[in-house]
């Protein structure tokens, strides 16, 4: 599956309608985010059950201010509509690969019940 664009409109679509979302907040002008754009959308091709999208900075400024984007490109995970992972930085591809498996075996039940007993 290829990657999605999402909007400050969407985005909460995106994460209402979908198991596991992954998001690269990116820019055209940042050679970082040029390097990684393969990279994220070989792997979008290899998890189709998994909805990968791109939040374009420049045009989704918003969006961006809202999820404390400070550095692109950024990388963020939801899971269950629950962010799970946020990384700004380029990952290899063996690097993101550990991060979808990790995304994928968390157990949100689990973390839910920690995330409790951390906040009565």
Request: proline share 5%; aromatic share 8%.
């Amino acid at each position: 599956m290829a990657t999605i664009d999402i909007t400050e409109q969407n985005f909460a679509e995106a994460l209402a309608n979908n198991e596991i979302v992954f998001v690269d907040f990116w820019a055209a002008w940042c050679g970082p985010c040029r390097m990684f754009a393969p990279t994220y959308g070989a792997a979008a091709e290899r998890h189709p059950d998994i909805t990968f999208a791109k939040v374009d900075t420049e045009a989704e400024q918003a969006l961006a201010a809202a999820a404390s984007i400070t550095s692109i490109p950024t990388l963020m995970a939801f899971k269950d509509k629950t962010l799970v992972f946020s990384q700004p930085g380029a990952l290899n591809a063996t690097g993101l690969e550990e991060v979808i498996q990790d995304v994928k075996n968390l157990d949100m039940d689990k973390l839910r019940a920690g995330s409790a007993q951390q906040h009565p």
